[in-house]
């Protein structure tokens, strides 16, 4: 009894008891709704499963159907265009801000709270819900337009148009990276600047040749937060434009949607998240691999 | 000391749940005897999809059922078409679907979920003497077994502004009016107005199912079977496709953009004097006429040829179903008896969600009628006398995918993408590629 109690002792009073149990509720959630989901749909990929029937095993054949189903193959262009123009455009629109919020002007702390209110609001439905009215056939962008005399546009109706719309949005949406940004210029050491102004460098000459490279490992992980996020992109497509016209719009998360909970094709839609999963593995680790191009860090100087 | 009372602590614990394990193992008896005692707490869940007027009216009779029936509470949960099934599937999975639910012509994806009813019909639980076996029929399976009660009667009709018509220089459309009548329509109205021919058309109904049985007298899209594709002609499809496509290039009909942004039939163009017809299903004939405030009328849908079948008769809109792992089933059933034949429910109800089948229920209903009702009462019984024939109308599981593809299909046709033959015939193999197991 004794022998016990001091054991029992030892674990409770042990540095890392408090630790587990402290972190219990999370690990909790984390396995329950995170983990265990995750393994399952493993198995589930490999099989027919259809919600509300019992799974059979079927191997890889719903993987080898992803690739000659013609929708899927779009679903994976259109992502990768909605990517590649809206993250780097994104970016730019972000650090040009930050840029000028990180002058000395007064009131800069207000204008950046400002500027950082879309991403507070930025994934929720009521913003998409918002955007769908700005550029529907009556609404503010029509009548912007009208009023130069331009004829209307069916922005939603325009398989380029309504990806722009889209794009515009997430670009709209800028403020976290912002905010990365301009902590990340704070740091930038105001010798440099000294520095180079002494030796006649102009405000271009001294952005690229002290701001960007300083900024590069921030630049790096920006990129990637950004381009995760953006394959991931579902509510807009969902609310604005449900992936039309023509499919033109039928992002990658919102055809795993439709197959799992519209058409309750469960087992197929697994397969397509863990291909998505593989795809933004890729891509990050090609991202990660041209770092040590244009990255630059101070150890390795 | 500490770790006896933390045994003690778990197994108390344990206890509580293998309790709570065991009074869940045994649902029927315990409901019963609550039933019985009518002093203890009954909470059914009941769930619908629908308009905002529907959520109101339907809230308004679970107060007045509550009023009547202390013992019982009834939780309800509403959502729009599209969300309620994506719902519906999850409780599915997880087997723990609503007592009292709402369900369509979709059922049979839904077959053992649902609780049939003919033993509480028998009991006299659900009291159908005031129905005939034909407005029963509407909501069999194929066994023959009663798996929900007809909440309301419905057929689908192109509705118009008269006024719209009379300006555009066109008389108004007759019973036996064809698709190429329309389409006439459509266009002379977009060239004298300037504004669409009609709003937004149910394709999937009227290109694909019921356009299936206007080619021929009882023919069908689906199989009577529903395990497969009874039309093997792609043209009457493809010339559908083609008329759309014709129609949205002349701006007689809205592109994929402006369809989009109808939320519901209160924003409809028809409603915004945006358009001068459009596709209803008769019960919302009222929403349209009030959302619009002017005078709309209601033709039937046209037809492939002017002595053609209609292709499609009055059915049930939607029924009430009980879940077969209700706990309570006996008083989910007795709140659909009072649901369906109570008059004073109904006039709260007010025929919205189609005309009932309970006649005495009916006539108090067409009583309170107000202009626009009595609108929808005509029309229905006009269409209940055309000549029967034996369509089927209900959807086989995979449906809901046919359509979605059916719909891409349309805006591949609209932006040239695809040809309308070949768009037809990319349907009949993708709708038979899904029967394949």
Known sequence: MN?????????????????????????LGFFAFTLIPVLVSIYYSMTNYKLGQSPVFIGLENYKNLFSDDRFLNSVKVTLIYVITSVPSKLIFALFIAYLLTQKHSGVTFYRSLYYVPSLIGGSIAVALVWKTIFSRKGLANTILASFGVPKLSWLGEPHLAMGILVLMSVWQFGSSMIIFAAGLKEISPTYYEAAEIDGANKWQRFTAITLPCLSPI????????????????????????????????????????????????????????????????ITFLLFKTSKF???????? | MKIKKLTALFLSGLMTFSLAGCSGSKPAASAETVSKDSGKQITLRMAWWGSQTRHDATNKVIELYESQNPNVHIEAEFYDFDSYFTKLDTLVAADDVWDIFQLGGNFPKYIKNIEPLDGYIKDGIINTSDTTENFLATTKDNNCSQIGISIGTNTYGIAYDPELFQKAGLAEPENDWTWDDWKKDCITIKEKLGIYGSSKIDHFIAGVTMRASQTKKDANFFKKTNDGIESEDPAPFADYLKMIKELTDDGAYPDAGAIKEIKDIEGDYLVTGDAAMTWVSSNQVSSIVHASGRNIKIAPVPRLTKNGPYGMGVQSSQQLCISSNSKAKEEAAKFINFFVNDIEANKILNGERGVPIMSKVREAVVSQADDSGKIIYDFVDKIGNFPKEDSNVISPDPKAEIEDQYKLLIEKVQYGDVSPEDAAKQLLDFSKSKFQH
């Open chain 1, 3 to 27: 022998e016990l109690k001091t054991n029992w002792k030892k674990i409770l009073y042990h540095n890392n008891t408090v630790g587990y149990i402290f972190s219990f509720p999370f690990l």
């Open chain 1, 219 to 282: 630049i790096l992980y920006n990129l990637i937060m950004q381009t995760i996020t953006a394959f991931m992109a579902f509510t807009q497509a969902f609310v604005i434009t449900q992936g039309g016209p023509n499919d033109s719009t039928n992002f990658y998360a919102l055809y795993v949607y439709n197959h799992a909970f519209k058409w309750s094709n469960m087992g197929y839609a697994s397969a397509m998240s863990w291909v998505m999963l593989a795809l933004i593995s890729i």
């Open chain 1, 294 to 301: 244009w990255v630059f860090t101070e150890a390795d100087q």
